[in-house]
C-alpha cells in the first residue's frame, strides 16, 4: 500500500460509516473523555482520546512486529480526528 493509498482508505474511513456507527467524533470522543475521566479521576478531553487512541495502535504496531496496515491506517485516522476535534476550538 502506498501512502497516498492509505491517506485514500483513511479519508473513506473517517467520512464514511463510522459518523453513522458512532456519531461525530467530537460527540463521541467527549463521550469517551467523561468515562475515562470518571475512571481515572483524571481530567481528560476529547484530543486527548484521540492522542491516547493513536498510543494503543502504536503499542498494536509493535506488537505486530510492525506488519499491522489496519494500525497505521487507524493511526492516521485518529490524528485526523483529533486535528479536526483541535481546530474546532478556534
Known amino acids: 500500500m502506498t501512502r497516498l493509498e492509505m ?13 453513522q456507527q458512532y456519531g461525530q467524533p467530537e460527540d ?5 473523555a467523561s468515562f475515562w475521566s470518571e475512571y481515572l479521576g ?3 478531553v476529547p484530543e486527548d482520546v484521540a492522542v491516547m487512541m493513536i498510543l494503543f495502535k502504536a503499542a498494536r504496531v509493535v506488537g505486530s ?13 485518529y490524528a485526523a480526528c483529533g486535528a479536526e476535534i483541535e481546530s474546532m476550538k478556534d
Open 42 to 44: 483524571l481530567p481528560i
Open 65 to 77: 512486529k510492525h506488519t499491522s496496515l489496519d494500525s497505521w491506517v487507524d493511526i492516521a485516522g
Open 28 to 32: 463521541n470522543f467527549s463521550t469517551i
Open 7 to 19: 491517506l485514500d482508505k483513511v479519508k473513506e474511513i473517517v467520512s464514511g460509516g463510522r459518523d
